[in-house]
Nanobody
């Protein structure tokens, strides 16, 4: 399985970015998908997760109202739209895939597959 994340970059505070992550090598619709982020020296932090069906996504409190997660099973892709970005959103963002939605929501331990990370930098 490969997860290829893209869409990161440098943006000013208040701006927007859309991250994408393509899964290959397995049946995409068999996996719940999620996004995590990590700042150097800190633990990886859960950001958002979406079920295999795409219904009832779950987001961390720190991003609710600003980020949305969606998926296109026909394109084997999960997206995260990030609006009203803040400097504290600066991190490396990782996509994740797991057959178990609760495992993604519960944190990063034991998740099946990870992408390589994409850097998001928000300037003030």
């Amino acid at each position: 399985v490969q997860l290829q994340a893209s869409g990161g970059g440098l943006v000013q505070a208040g701006g927007s970015l859309r991250l994408s992550c393509v899964l290959s090598g397995r049946t995409f619709s068999s996996y719940a998908m999620g996004w995590f982020r990590q700042v150097p020296g800190r633990e990886r932090e859960f950001v958002a997760a979406i079920r295999r069906s795409g219904i009832m996504p779950y987001l961390a409190d720190s991003v609710k109202g600003r980020f949305t997660i969606s998926r296109d099973n026909a394109k084997n892709t999960v997206y995260m739209q990030m609006n009203s970005l803040k400097p504290e959103d600066t991190a490396v963002y990782y996509c994740a895939a797991d057959a178990n939605f609760e495992r993604i929501v519960g944190g990063s331990n034991g998740i099946d597959y990870w992408g390589q990370g994409t850097q998001v930098t928000v300037s003030s």
